[in-house]
């Protein structure tokens, strides 16, 4: 038997967004049947948003977070070794990027399953397109720690090693402006900073510049998505 593919789907980074998709992928979308979300309502409301007239009662539907074991993992897969085509999409942006599904992916080459990732947004990439910082070299850390001690020592600590590579990171989006103030706290004066926020978005708003001047700027980035970015002065 012929097997299945793993289609890794990107969803939008939110509703603004959604026009950006485009009709090749829509169609090759409405002819899935099986699904992996990150969460099942983020799922189910991307796919209704872009084919509105695809029945949600004949979607067949796995549930893929932190949580999941590996056991149900390999279940997810079934589909494509019984020859159907599935459907990867997380919350917002591209799946197994700062996202669930690396795991999934892992088991489906074990598989010998096609993978196959479409064209769609990454906010981190964006973030870094959009930054003017070093994109040969760059790594993303995800959170930083909530705890002032551990925050400060890995503040630093990126701040060397932006140096050479640019570093990103992200904030839960209600203590944006709180993590911002600790950057321009301890970061040396020439480093320079970019906060991209509501990437792709109709409120979309990238500000890149040095700490001294982030020092007088007047900001308000809470409850925004946003990536931050950092890469100290080569000078």
């Not at 593919?5 to 899935?32: D, H, M, R, T």
């Not at 993303?140 to 002032?148: A, E, Q, R, W």
């Not at 590579?165 to 970019?194: G, W």
Request: charged fraction near 25%; hydrophobic fraction near 35%; include cysteine.
């Amino acid at each position: 038997m012929i097997k299945g593919s793993l289609y890794l789907i990107p969803n939008s980074l939110g509703v603004s967004s959604i026009s950006n998709i485009a009709e090749a992928q829509k169609n090759l979308i409405n002819k899935i049947q099986y699904y992996v979300f990150e969460n099942e309502r983020p799922g189910r409301a991307f796919i209704k948003k872009i084919l509105p007239e695809k029945k949600q009662s004949e979607l067949l539907v796995n549930i893929l977070n932190k949580r999941t074991s590996l056991e149900f993992i390999k279940e997810f897969l079934k589909p494509c070794l019984n020859g159907f085509n599935l459907g990867l999409i997380s919350d917002a942006g591209c799946p197994g990027i700062a996202d669930p599904g690396a795991e999934l992916i892992t088991e489906a080459h074990k598989s010998g399953i096609k993978v196959i990732p479409l064209v769609g947004p990454s906010s981190i990439l964006l973030a870094l397109m959009a930054s003017g910082m070093n994109g040969q070299e760059f790594k993303f850390n995800g959170y930083l720690p909530i705890d002032s001690t551990k925050r400060k020592e890995k503040i630093k600590l990126l701040e060397k090693k932006s140096s050479t590579a640019t570093q990103l990171f992200m904030e839960t989006p209600y203590r944006n402006d709180s993590l911002i103030k600790d950057l321009i706290k301890y970061l040396k004066p020439s480093t320079r900073m970019c906060v991209a926020c509501d990437l792709t978005l109709d409120s979309e708003f990238i500000k890149s510049n040095k700490i001294e001047n982030w020092k007088r700027a007047n900001y308000s980035y809470n409850k925004r998505p946003s990536i931050f970015l950092i890469q100290s002065d080569l000078g």
